[in-house]
């Protein structure tokens, strides 16, 4: 018998469809593609053009410490985090990456090329699954991933990851640690106002930033740091530079102008507009989060992390966080929350992945609407372990 056709479209990546006819849902990334609806609604006001013959130098601004970095790209960094009020620019230099994931691995890079053992790298769990794999995979004799921060006893450097609100549960998170001969990298891929209340803008010495999920453009692998420590942020210049010899400018570009339009729509007299990319945003993630808790209470097996409503700085009210995951547990001594799931077709990460039990699943709420909709009608219709599936 020939196998079954499986038809991806583009615009379908996040569901393929079973044996049964029944859609499997991927909800294991945090690919963002809800934000495509947003941006295609904005059609030709973020278009770029570039002819053959511009940008095809490797130098950006030779004159700047990040040598790679497009003048543009970082006035609009600066003028966005101005407007949400979510960081300290000044006094910070920009180090643009091909991703914050490059960021990440020229950060241990930087905070590590001078010690003569590894430094332990921890961060506490549920703890980005990421962050392990990337720390390991040349197993550097640079740095060492040293697993979750709360249970850290060892002696001598390390560096503590701080991701805030964290992947996976949504949380804001402070240094666990606490003691000398410790450096804290803050990764603030979340601190933007669809997800959670902007209290006060970070200044922290080492912050890093993400356009996949400011804006939703993880294709185009931008991130960036901001570095207090001149040092630091050379080296950081300098990893890049073996690494990638910079980050393509036609990205830079791209993300200079997508900022840009947002900046530009979301003026003081336009801030509650459902138009702009915040507003947009903020009310479908406040939308999504009601009919995930609606779910998870007709399913009764499942429940979802409570938060804090706190004040907003940027929208100038108390709200809930809406994390950009959902930290999913199973009850009733329910061990595999991913098998349980993978059962039903829905595709999640397990807790395991986040140093934690397997009890707990990661959940993308950044899918697109059909997905998200089909997600929660299945999700309320589970009840048991045993039922049918
Ligand atoms: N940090 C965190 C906490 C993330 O969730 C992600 C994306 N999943 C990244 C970093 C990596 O982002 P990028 O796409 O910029 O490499």
Known sequence: MKPKQINISPLNGDREVADNGEAILNLDHGDPTMYEKYWHRMGDRTTVVISGWQFTSYFSDPKNLCWFLEPELAEEIIRLHKMVGNAITNGYHIVVGTGSSQLFQAVLYALSSDTTEPVSVVSAAPYYSSYPMITDCLKSGLYKWEGDAWSFDKDGPYIELITSPNNPDGFIRQSVVNRSGGILVHDFAYYWPQYTPITAPADHNLMLFTISKTTGHAGMRIGWALVKDEIVAKKMVKYIELNTIGVSKDSQLRAAKILRVISDGSGLAHRFDGETFFGFSHRIMELRWDLLREAVNKSRIFSLPNFTPEFC????????????????????????????????????????????????????????????????????????WNEER
């Not at 950009?324 to 329910?334: S, V």
């Not at 934690?356 to 959940?363: A, E, G, K, L, N």
């Open 313 to 384: 700085n940027y929208w100038g009210r108390v709200f809930q966080p809406l994390p950009a995951f959902a930290w999913l547990k199973c009850k009733d001594g329910i061990e595999d929350c991913e098998t349980l799931l993978r059962g039903h077709k829905i595709l999640t990460r397990s807790g395991r992945y986040f140093g934690v039990s397997p009890s707990f699943v990661r959940i993308s709420m950044l899918t697109r609407d059909q997905t998200f909709n089909l997600f929660v009608q299945r999700l309320s219709r589970i009840h048991s």
